[in-house]
């Protein structure tokens, strides 16, 4: 098993640190700003003196504190970007093997489909720890060292957010991957569903009558702004995302072991 999973690190450790890079780059540098922002928005709020409502409100509160402002557009952009590079890893786990014909010597060792199936799982669900530990970790220590943190454990659910979220892409991604037959079209299909569900998202906050989209997007399975409020994530939400991250992996785990090759 240890040898499988270092074969799959070696595999995809060119993207992996280009993911860990751009992505941990994509929050820091948000991050660093926020100071800035929230700063001048404190001030046009002072200067205004006027207490707005609906929308323009919730976007100004967002912009007055560090956990709302990491609750807005720094989060979209990790769910976009982490969910599309973690979707990506788990469609491509087995594609690969097909399209490089590597798969019949691969499944011509001596470890099971199980075995195999397993060691890249492992890997991938490594790949996306380390990465969310890590712009977790600058996240929070950024809001420290500008002393414009005021809720550590709130930005800790904004990330563990991101983090199911983007399990749950990771489940959508092993479902596929027995189906699929080529990169090309694995990568097709990764990125596609990914951009998929956020113009889903987009569309939902436009008109009352597309709100339903929003039911089929797991951009909006938890509520990023409620979280950074404190009010903690929402347990349906969380059981949600579990669930299509564990059926997924599972399904495509029976479908796996079951293939004619």
């Not at 991050?31 to 200067?47: F, H, Q, T, W």
């Not at 712009?135 to 957010?161: D, E, H, Q, R, Y």
Request: with cysteine.
């Amino acid at each position: 098993m240890r040898n499988l999973i270092a074969i799959e690190f070696r595999q995809s450790r060119i993207s992996f640190w280009i993911a860990l890079v751009l992505i941990v780059a994509l929050q820091a540098i948000p991050a660093v700003a926020a100071k800035s922002y929230i700063e001048n928005n404190n001030k046009k709020d002072a200067i205004v003196g006027e207490v707005q409502s609906g929308e323009i409100a919730t976007v100004n509160d967002m912009l007055s504190t560090f956990e709302g402002w990491v609750s807005g557009q720094p989060f979209t952009f990790l769910l976009l970007i982490f969910g599309s590079f973690a979707m990506n890893w788990a469609i491509n786990s087995i594609v690969k093997e097909k399209d490089r014909k590597t798969m019949e010597f691969l499944f011509a060792m001596p470890h099971s489909r199980t075995s195999i199936y397993l060691a890249k799982w492992i890997t991938t669900v490594i790949q996306v720890l380390i990465i969310s530990v890590s712009f977790s970790g600058i996240v929070l220590l950024v809001g420290k060292g500008t002393n414009i943190m005021n809720n550590p454990w709130a930005v800790c659910g904004v990330m563990l957010a991101g983090l199911l979220t983007t399990l749950s892409f990771m489940g959508i991604g092993f479902l596929l991957t027995p189906w699929l037959k080529t990169e090309r079209g694995a990568l097709s299909a990764g990125i596609g569903i990914v951009f998929a569900m956020f113009l889903f998202s987009v569309l939902s906050s436009l008109q009352e009558k597309m709100n339903w989209l929003s039911g089929i997007s797991l951009f909006n399975l938890f509520d990023a702004y409620s979280i950074s409020q404190g009010n903690g994530l929402s347990l349906n939400a969380v059981i949600v995302a579990i669930v299509i991250f564990l059926v997924g992996s599972v399904a495509g785990w029976l479908k796996l072991i079951r293939q004619d090759l």
